[in-house]
């Protein structure tokens, strides 16, 4: 069954994600404290931990909605509650949206890839 404390990821199979500055075998909790996971397997590639988790190889710290990969499974977000971070993110640009397309539509996919992760 699913995980219902950090605690119960001991006997769970892992999904490590090399992220920058990141340890994988550390996950960061909510309330600002950690938590230390063993995964069975640890990758630089976000999309193949992703991929081996909608194959139901494990669990993963990530974006559960499996926004980057059509896949067989959606994710489930598990402990959500309870794990994660946040992330602050700025963009700046020296054009005005209203002026150039380009730059409107880039920033019409950052909110898109936000509004994903957000709901």
């Known amino acids: 069954g699913r995980p219902a404390s950090p605690a119960d990821l001991s006997r769970h199979r892992i999904l490590g994600w090399r992220r920058p500055g990141a340890d994988p075998a550390v996950w960061p909790l909510l309330d600002g404290g950690t938590v230390t996971v063993e995964p069975l397997v640890v990758s630089d590639n976000g999309q193949f ?22 896949g067989p499974t959606q994710l489930v977000p598990t402990l959500d509650d309870v794990i994660g971070v946040e992330e602050t993110i700025r963009v700046l640009s020296p054009v005005p949206a209203s002026s150039d397309p380009r730059v409107a539509a880039v920033l019409a996919g950052i909110h898109a890839l936000l509004d994903g992760i957000a709901s």
């Not at 909608?54 to 926004?67: R, T, Y």
Request: aromatic share 4%; charged share 20%; proline share 5%.
């Open 49 to 70: 931990v992703h991929r081996a988790a909608q194959e139901g190889v494990g669990i993963l710290l990530g974006n559960p909605e499996g926004a980057f990969l059509e």
